[in-house]
């Protein structure tokens, strides 16, 4: 089978929901879903079958029977299967629902009709491959740090958004009414993804520029500066990244750090102390936490 995808059902006590989750994350999922069926939940994720094999995912298995066993939880059950790229898409889709993020924001799949009339902002996505369908704690507590940003005076600002996955976090600040947005992302099918969602929400190309690379693709398409930064990615790649930020600021630009692990909260307040950066607020959810930054007036 060519496109093919591992497709991985695991049956657990509710209480193993978060670590699972975190395990999928971590170890490269796309699509998760959950699903309540009786007392227990099964979740289900997707794998590209180019990048794991079959063994892969048993010590996956092993994983989430160890950290059950370590939580004192009754062991999930793990299945796995492979399946095509269609039937991916389609299984997938069937678990995805509207999902309301923060005061402001529906995230709406692609595929259904949205209503007509909402005093919500209608964020439409099909991330296909991509990361970002707004059902992750990191990424709703960036939409919710947007919304609290972007609350007054929006019209003038300009955002860089550094590693896009879907496009979602752009395309919400755009929708909360922020001037132009820059995102970049390094996987050539987030682009692609996001580029499309950029479509389906009626965004304006000027308006939100979407292209492959990271911050130093970033720097060359923005010289003068960005009001505010998003970032939501692993925080050993946003320890890299922090350094880089200062080329990016004006006086008064904010950040949003999403993707951190709590344990990780203090590795990522040390750089940015060492590199001019204030700790504004500190948002947890989950085991994920989420930094709120301003630049440091210079002395
Ligand atoms: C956790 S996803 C976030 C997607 C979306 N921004 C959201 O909040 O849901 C992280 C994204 O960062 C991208 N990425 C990873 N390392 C990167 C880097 N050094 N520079 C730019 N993008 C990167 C990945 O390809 C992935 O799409």
Redesign the pocket.
């Given at each position: 089978m060519s496109n093919s995808w591992w497709e991985i059902t695991i049956l657990c006590h509710p209480h193993l929901e978060e670590s699972i989750t975190w395990r999928l994350d971590k170890f490269g999922c796309s699509g998760t879903s959950r699903e309540i069926k009786g007392k227990s939940y099964i979740i289900q994720a997707y794998a590209p079958q180019i990048q794991y094999q079959s063994l892969d995912i048993s010590a996956l298995s092993l994983w989430l029977q160890q950290d059950a066993l370590v939580l004192n939880l009754p062991q999930p059950l793990t299945r796995w299967k492979l399946i095509d790229e269609e039937d991916w898409a389609s299984s997938w889709k069937e678990h995805w629902e509207p999902t309301e993020v923060g005061d402001r924001f529906i995230i709406y799949p692609a595929w259904l009709t949205p209503p007509e009339q909402t005093d919500k902002l209608i964020l439409r996505l099909d991330p296909g491959v991509?990361?970002?369908t707004?059902t992750?704690p990191?990424?709703q507590l960036?939409l919710e740090s947007l919304e609290m940003r972007l609350s007054k005076s929006p019209e003038n600002v300009v955002i860089a958004?550094?590693?896009?996955?879907?496009g979602?976090?752009s395309i919400g600040a755009i929708l909360l009414g922020a001037k132009k947005a820059y995102a970049?992302?390094?996987?050539p099918l987030?682009v692609k993804a996001a580029r499309e969602n950029r479509h389906l929400n009626q965004i304006h190309p000027d308006h939100l520029v979407i292209n492959q690379?990271?911050?130093t693709e970033l720097l060359e398409l923005v010289s003068d500066g960005v009001d505010g930064i998003?970032c939501?990615?692993?925080a050993e790649?946003i320890i890299?990244?922090i350094p880089q930020f200062s080329k990016l600021a004006r006086p008064n630009t904010w950040g949003i750090l999403?993707?951190i692990l709590l344990e990780q909260s203090q590795a990522i307040a040390d750089t940015l102390e060492q590199e001019g950066w204030i700790v504004a607020a500190l948002w947890k959810r989950k085991q994920w936490c989420c930094f709120q930054i301003r630049k440091a007036p210079e002395n």
């Open positions: 991509a990361f970002g707004g992750h990191t990424t960036c958004d550094i590693g896009s996955g879907s979602i976090l970049v992302d390094i996987d987030a690379g990271s911050l998003v939501n990615i692993l790649v890299e990244l999403s993707g």
